[in-house]
Protein backbone atom coordinates (compact mmCIF):
# COMPACT_ATOMS: atom_id res chain seq x y z
CA UNK A 1 0.00 0.00 0.00
CA UNK A 2 1.79 3.49 -0.95
CA UNK A 3 0.73 6.21 1.22
CA UNK A 4 3.91 8.82 0.17
CA UNK A 5 2.10 12.23 -0.03
CA UNK A 6 -0.07 11.77 2.84
CA UNK A 7 2.14 12.76 5.90
CA UNK A 8 2.59 16.31 4.34
CA UNK A 9 -1.15 16.22 4.29
CA UNK A 10 -0.87 15.85 7.83
CA UNK A 11 0.49 18.40 9.13
CA UNK A 12 -0.53 21.32 6.64
CA UNK A 13 -3.89 23.09 5.75
CA UNK A 14 -3.32 22.80 1.96
CA UNK A 15 -1.06 25.13 -0.03
CA UNK A 16 -2.64 28.67 -0.41
CA UNK A 17 -4.64 29.77 -3.44
CA UNK A 18 -1.83 32.59 -3.44
CA UNK A 19 0.76 30.09 -4.46
CA UNK A 20 -1.54 28.56 -7.45
CA UNK A 21 1.11 28.36 -10.78
CA UNK A 22 -0.15 29.95 -13.27
CA UNK A 23 -0.71 27.67 -15.84
CA UNK A 24 -3.44 26.18 -16.10
CA UNK A 25 -5.60 29.03 -13.98
CA UNK A 26 -4.16 31.27 -16.26
CA UNK A 27 -5.78 30.32 -19.68
CA UNK A 28 -9.46 29.00 -18.55
CA UNK A 29 -9.67 26.42 -21.31
CA UNK A 30 -9.77 22.75 -20.55
CA UNK A 31 -6.60 21.20 -22.79
CA UNK A 32 -7.37 19.93 -25.91
CA UNK A 33 -4.43 17.28 -26.10
CA UNK A 34 -5.88 15.57 -23.37
CA UNK A 35 -4.69 11.83 -22.97
CA UNK A 36 -7.16 9.94 -24.64
CA UNK A 37 -9.32 7.21 -22.95
CA UNK A 38 -9.57 3.61 -23.34
CA UNK A 39 -11.81 3.26 -26.55
CA UNK A 40 -9.07 5.10 -28.36
CA UNK A 41 -7.24 1.74 -27.99
CA UNK A 42 -9.97 -0.49 -28.09
CA UNK A 43 -9.16 -1.98 -31.49
CA UNK A 44 -6.08 -2.78 -30.81
CA UNK A 45 -7.18 -5.88 -28.86
CA UNK A 46 -7.81 -6.68 -25.11
CA UNK A 47 -4.85 -7.21 -23.99
CA UNK A 48 -3.20 -3.91 -25.54
CA UNK A 49 -5.90 -1.92 -24.27
CA UNK A 50 -5.52 -3.58 -21.08
CA UNK A 51 -1.96 -2.04 -20.88
CA UNK A 52 -3.11 1.13 -22.35
CA UNK A 53 -5.54 1.71 -19.07
CA UNK A 54 -2.67 0.44 -16.42
CA UNK A 55 0.23 3.12 -18.65
CA UNK A 56 -2.82 5.60 -18.38
CA UNK A 57 -3.51 5.23 -14.79
CA UNK A 58 -0.03 4.63 -13.06
CA UNK A 59 0.82 7.99 -15.18
CA UNK A 60 -2.29 9.95 -13.65
CA UNK A 61 -1.21 8.47 -10.53
CA UNK A 62 2.56 10.14 -10.54
CA UNK A 63 1.26 12.93 -12.10
CA UNK A 64 -1.12 13.77 -8.48
CA UNK A 65 1.25 12.56 -6.22
CA UNK A 66 4.07 15.03 -7.40
CA UNK A 67 1.64 17.55 -7.73
CA UNK A 68 0.94 16.62 -4.23
CA UNK A 69 5.42 17.49 -3.74
CA UNK A 70 4.53 20.99 -5.51
CA UNK A 71 5.74 19.96 -8.29
CA UNK A 72 3.96 22.65 -11.08
CA UNK A 73 5.42 21.02 -14.35
CA UNK A 74 4.09 17.68 -12.94
CA UNK A 75 0.36 19.71 -12.26
CA UNK A 76 0.61 21.46 -15.70
CA UNK A 77 0.87 18.13 -17.25
CA UNK A 78 -2.06 16.74 -15.07
CA UNK A 79 -4.03 19.25 -16.15
CA UNK A 80 -3.39 18.57 -20.02
CA UNK A 81 -3.99 15.01 -19.18
CA UNK A 82 -7.40 15.66 -17.54
CA UNK A 83 -9.06 18.88 -18.07
CA UNK A 84 -11.28 17.63 -20.68
CA UNK A 85 -12.38 14.79 -19.28
CA UNK A 86 -13.22 16.89 -16.05
CA UNK A 87 -14.64 19.80 -18.37
CA UNK A 88 -16.96 17.07 -19.98
CA UNK A 89 -18.17 16.65 -16.30
CA UNK A 90 -19.17 20.18 -15.36
CA UNK A 91 -20.19 20.91 -19.22
CA UNK A 92 -22.75 18.10 -18.81
CA UNK A 93 -24.12 19.03 -15.10
CA UNK A 94 -24.33 22.80 -15.65
CA UNK A 95 -25.27 23.20 -19.43
CA UNK A 96 -23.30 26.03 -19.22
CA UNK A 97 -19.96 26.18 -21.11
CA UNK A 98 -19.26 29.63 -19.38
CA UNK A 99 -19.96 28.54 -16.00
CA UNK A 100 -18.45 24.84 -16.65
CA UNK A 101 -15.15 27.22 -17.38
CA UNK A 102 -15.47 29.02 -14.03
CA UNK A 103 -15.94 25.69 -11.90
CA UNK A 104 -12.93 24.12 -14.18
CA UNK A 105 -10.57 26.52 -12.77
CA UNK A 106 -12.17 25.90 -8.73
CA UNK A 107 -11.15 21.98 -9.65
CA UNK A 108 -8.08 22.60 -10.17
CA UNK A 109 -7.53 25.32 -6.99
CA UNK A 110 -9.14 22.52 -5.19
CA UNK A 111 -6.77 19.97 -7.11
CA UNK A 112 -3.51 21.84 -6.17
CA UNK A 113 -4.53 22.70 -2.24
CA UNK A 114 -5.64 18.90 -1.61
CA UNK A 115 -3.38 17.13 -3.68
CA UNK A 116 -0.94 16.26 -1.04
CA UNK A 117 -4.38 14.06 0.60
CA UNK A 118 -4.17 11.46 -2.39
CA UNK A 119 -3.39 7.95 -2.47
CA UNK A 120 -3.26 5.53 -5.13
CA UNK A 121 -4.15 2.62 -2.45
CA UNK A 122 -7.31 4.68 -1.62
CA UNK A 123 -9.04 5.76 -4.80
CA UNK A 124 -7.37 6.31 -8.62
CA UNK A 125 -6.25 9.27 -10.05
CA UNK A 126 -9.46 9.79 -12.40
CA UNK A 127 -11.88 9.04 -9.73
CA UNK A 128 -10.30 11.78 -7.36
CA UNK A 129 -10.33 13.88 -9.48
CA UNK A 130 -13.48 13.38 -11.29
CA UNK A 131 -15.28 13.25 -7.52
CA UNK A 132 -13.83 17.11 -6.69
CA UNK A 133 -14.89 18.02 -10.57
CA UNK A 134 -18.57 16.43 -9.83
CA UNK A 135 -18.93 18.08 -6.10
CA UNK A 136 -17.83 21.67 -7.54
CA UNK A 137 -20.67 21.35 -10.47
CA UNK A 138 -23.04 20.75 -7.57
CA UNK A 139 -21.77 23.11 -5.05
CA UNK A 140 -22.19 25.58 -8.24
CA UNK A 141 -26.02 24.74 -8.96
CA UNK A 142 -26.60 24.88 -5.52
CA UNK A 143 -25.14 28.28 -5.43
CA UNK A 144 -27.52 28.82 -8.08
CA UNK A 145 -30.50 28.00 -6.31
CA UNK A 146 -31.54 26.12 -9.47
CA UNK A 147 -33.94 22.63 -9.46
CA UNK A 148 -32.66 19.51 -7.65
CA UNK A 149 -30.04 17.38 -10.03
CA UNK A 150 -31.43 15.09 -12.71
CA UNK A 151 -30.69 11.75 -11.68
CA UNK A 152 -28.73 11.07 -15.03
CA UNK A 153 -26.36 14.25 -13.82
CA UNK A 154 -25.77 11.85 -10.85
CA UNK A 155 -24.25 8.43 -12.78
CA UNK A 156 -21.11 7.35 -12.44
CA UNK A 157 -19.10 9.84 -14.44
CA UNK A 158 -15.19 8.24 -14.23
CA UNK A 159 -13.78 5.19 -16.24
CA UNK A 160 -16.97 4.76 -18.40
CA UNK A 161 -15.14 1.44 -20.00
CA UNK A 162 -13.32 -0.08 -17.44
CA UNK A 163 -11.82 -3.30 -18.57
CA UNK A 164 -13.50 -6.56 -16.06
CA UNK A 165 -9.79 -6.58 -14.25
CA UNK A 166 -9.85 -3.18 -13.51
CA UNK A 167 -13.73 -3.66 -12.38
CA UNK A 168 -12.81 -7.04 -10.25
CA UNK A 169 -9.75 -4.85 -8.46
CA UNK A 170 -11.45 -1.51 -8.03
CA UNK A 171 -14.24 -3.60 -6.66
CA UNK A 172 -11.99 -5.43 -4.00
CA UNK A 173 -10.24 -2.04 -2.97
CA UNK A 174 -13.42 -0.48 -2.46
CA UNK A 175 -14.65 -2.95 -0.28
CA UNK A 176 -11.07 -3.53 1.87
CA UNK A 177 -11.60 0.53 2.23
CA UNK A 178 -15.17 0.52 3.37
CA UNK A 179 -14.40 -2.34 6.03
CA UNK A 180 -11.71 -0.07 7.49
CA UNK A 181 -13.52 3.10 7.35
CA UNK A 182 -16.43 1.32 8.75
CA UNK A 183 -13.92 0.33 11.88
CA UNK A 184 -13.14 3.84 12.38
CA UNK A 185 -15.46 6.11 14.89
CA UNK A 186 -18.45 7.46 13.14
CA UNK A 187 -17.55 10.87 13.29
CA UNK A 188 -14.18 10.37 12.11
CA UNK A 189 -15.12 7.85 9.50
CA UNK A 190 -17.64 10.88 8.01
CA UNK A 191 -14.36 13.68 8.16
CA UNK A 192 -12.45 10.98 6.26
CA UNK A 193 -14.56 10.46 3.53
CA UNK A 194 -14.89 13.87 2.90
CA UNK A 195 -11.15 14.89 3.22
CA UNK A 196 -10.73 12.18 0.61
CA UNK A 197 -13.41 12.03 -1.81
CA UNK A 198 -14.86 15.82 -1.50
CA UNK A 199 -11.62 17.83 -1.56
CA UNK A 200 -12.69 19.42 1.36
CA UNK A 201 -10.17 21.04 3.18
CA UNK A 202 -9.00 20.63 7.05
CA UNK A 203 -10.36 24.14 7.53
CA UNK A 204 -13.47 23.55 5.94
CA UNK A 205 -13.74 20.75 7.52
CA UNK A 206 -13.31 22.15 11.59
CA UNK A 207 -15.67 24.68 10.45
CA UNK A 208 -18.46 22.41 9.53
CA UNK A 209 -17.80 20.82 12.72
CA UNK A 210 -17.26 23.61 14.79
CA UNK A 211 -14.02 22.63 16.21
CA UNK A 212 -10.39 23.73 16.41
CA UNK A 213 -8.18 23.46 12.99
CA UNK A 214 -5.58 21.86 15.43
CA UNK A 215 -8.18 19.22 16.56
CA UNK A 216 -9.60 18.40 12.99
CA UNK A 217 -5.74 18.21 11.93
CA UNK A 218 -4.88 15.72 15.21
CA UNK A 219 -8.51 13.45 14.36
CA UNK A 220 -7.62 12.92 10.69
CA UNK A 221 -3.76 11.78 11.43
CA UNK A 222 -5.23 9.77 14.18
CA UNK A 223 -7.68 8.42 11.86
CA UNK A 224 -5.15 7.75 8.92
CA UNK A 225 -3.06 5.79 11.02
CA UNK A 226 -5.17 3.78 12.28
CA UNK A 227 -6.88 2.85 8.88
CA UNK A 228 -3.44 2.88 7.29
CA UNK A 229 -2.58 -0.45 9.68
CA UNK A 230 -6.16 -1.67 8.79
CA UNK A 231 -5.21 -1.66 4.74
CA UNK A 232 -1.77 -2.94 5.23
CA UNK A 233 -3.06 -6.08 7.52
Known sequence: ?????????????????????????????????????????????????????????????????????????????????????????????????????????????????????????????????ATIARNRAIDRLRSRREESLDESTEEDLVDEHPSPAAIAERSQQSRRLEHCLERLPAEHGKIIREAFFTGATYAELAERLSVPLGTMKSWIRRSLIQLRACLEQ
Request: charged fraction near 25%.
Open 1 to 129: MRWRGLQHALVSTGRSAAKLPLFPIMYGQPAENAMPMQGHAAAAGDGMTDDFEARRRDELNRLLLRTGEGDQAAFATLYQRTSAKLFGICVKMLRDRSEAEDVLQDVYVTVWRRAAIFDPGMAGAVTWL
